[in-house]
């Protein structure tokens, strides 16, 4: 199997998923009621990070925060390798944005992300967005609710509202959505490990054992 895909063993092992097909130009939800200001340049901009740069092994994640399989994997699997691969310096792991076009508030949920990002606190509104998914089963505007994860992640909220109102990072997004489409993602969580598409379930005791391959061929970054 490439690539990570909605089959019944995976539907069985994280619940409920997503397969996508293309979706170059969607346009970003927007829940605000005020005209977006200019979107800035995606600037180049390559994903959130945690880990240290030296690490071996690098894994990058086309995610969508209305996804609820991504958000299964953010709460069930990814804990354990945030202290088993991540903490320990043995991976380096690289957040990207691929919002579906069949999910309302998916791209309004990256650009809370990355408001988030703007002020030092990226992973700490991934973790409220996934953490309290219930707001992607509702169909409701979440504009309310993101701002309240704002506000429980330390945010300024003046500067994110500013950020959230202005689509200030709508480019970043895209651009994301088109690297991926260029890599041949075709839905969410997809992973890849060290430029290679990962061939597995996305389970921590997976991502373990391929990690501790790997490391053994792998020669360290200086």
């Known amino acids: 199997m490439k690539g990570f895909y909605v089959l019944l063993a995976a539907v069985a092992l994280i619940g409920g998923g997503v397969i996508w097909y293309g979706s170059r130009g969607a346009p970003v939800a927007t829940p605000a009621a005020s ?23 690098e894994v990058t994640e086309y995610s969508d925060f209305e996804c609820p399989f991504c958000a299964s994997f953010a709460t069930v699997q990814m804990p354990v390798i945030r202290e088993q691969l991540i903490a320990t310096g043995k991976v380096r792991w690289r957040y990207r944005d691929f919002p579906l076009p069949s ?13 988030g990002g703007e002020q030092g606190k ?8 996934f953490t309290n998914h219930q707001w992607a089963q509702t169909g409701k505007n979440p504009r309310s609710l993101f701002r309240d994860f704002a506000r429980a992640a330390g945010l300024d909220l003046d500067k994110y509202d500013a950020c959230m109102d202005g689509q200030r990072y709508a480019g970043r997004i895209q651009a994301s959505v088109q690297e991926g489409e260029a890599l041949g993602v075709g839905g969410t969580p997809t992973f890849f490990v060290n430029g290679k598409r990962f061939d597995g379930h996305p389970t921590s005791d997976a991502f373990k054992s391929l990690v501790d391959s790997l490391t053994k061929q792998t020669k360290p970054r200086k």
């Open 35 to 57: 005209a977006p200001l200019p979107v800035a340049a995606s600037d180049g901009f390559k994903g959130f990070t945690l880990g240290a740069d030296s690490a071996r092994i």
């Open 103 to 115: 999910h309302q508030y998916s791209r309004y949920a990256a650009l809370a992300a990355q408001c």
């Open 122 to 129: 990226f992973w700490e509104m991934h973790d409220q967005l």
